[in-house]
């Protein structure tokens, strides 16, 4: 009896240290995976931020397992392929892996890769979307990119250095197609499908990109102010080709050509590039108090933002268009959608909701 009760308590034992060491094997993996994969979609959102030519771009996978983003062929600007793994190298990153020791894989929205040879045909602003899907547990749409964690190798994978580079002997269920893939797939763990994945979307992306068009334009607006022989800021794009029309108050930002003096590059103070490249004047809503346009005088009323008064000139960034919304347009609501901005003209808010495609004012007191 004693035996047996001995024998018992060692088959307990083991099966109680096999499950538990199973669960905490679990859990450590998580841990690293997760963690690699956030570190790499926060690089990836920084450099798309702060991308001097086309902010909001991302750069080529790495397909050759050394850690660099790919150039687009020396005969055009497309990437060699939209999947691969992570550049950890060109993003300032460590070597990440995920809790089975495996690099980090990655995918990209061709119009979101860096240079598409698209050009002037596909300007890089908020009304940019993604066109990567994700089907299964975890369905989405509009996705810019994906972040993958290829996990341990399951049926019949062989990553051997002659596969190193091949998608198939890493990712698995439809996400291995490859070049020209545009639906990637979620679910749960079995023996022949391990992929994690974590999506990039326009919100995370296209949001920190709009304050940074949003700083640039309020200092450009300051220097021309600064600078002009009117003493005043210029007249608003009511036509939304990024040029002035005299006496236009309310519209879109002049980054082409400016009214009533001309944007100056002698001056220091010429739009950037990227700005009208990218068309940010046809998604962007400028407002120009009457007291500081040309010919105002100073008995002449200024704008109003929350409980901020005596303000000159406010920008509404308007995030992506919604359904029912018609670029480029005359109309106030097909740009600015919370109604408190798009009524007189005078009081504008902050709205409090948290969605991406809400409006963000930004405003000057200051000259």
Known sequence: MLLTVLVLAIGLGAMFYSFFGAARQTIAYDRVTNAAMAQ??????????SDANRPGSLPCPDTDNDGSAESPFTSGTECPSYIGRVPWRTLGLSDLRDGSGERLWYAVTREFSRNPSCGSTCPM???????????????????????FAPGPVVATQDRSMANQNTVAHYLEGRNETGIGISTFVTGATTTTFDDRLLTISGADVMTPVEKRAARVILQLLADYRSDSDCDCYPWADNNWNGTGNSGARYGGIPLVSASPDSWSSAAGYNPPAWLTTNQWYKVIFYAVSMRDADGGSSGDPRFIVDSTGNVRVVLITTGPAVTGDNRPSSNWNDYVNDSENNDDGIQFITPLSTAYARDRVSWRTSP
Do not use: F, M
């Open 40 to 49: 790499a979609k926060d690089a990836l959102i920084g450099y798309a931020a």
């Open 125 to 147: 602003n908020s009304d940019t979307k993604g066109t990567l899907t994700i089907a299964g547990t975890s369905p989405a749409t509009n996705i810019i990119a994906v972040v």
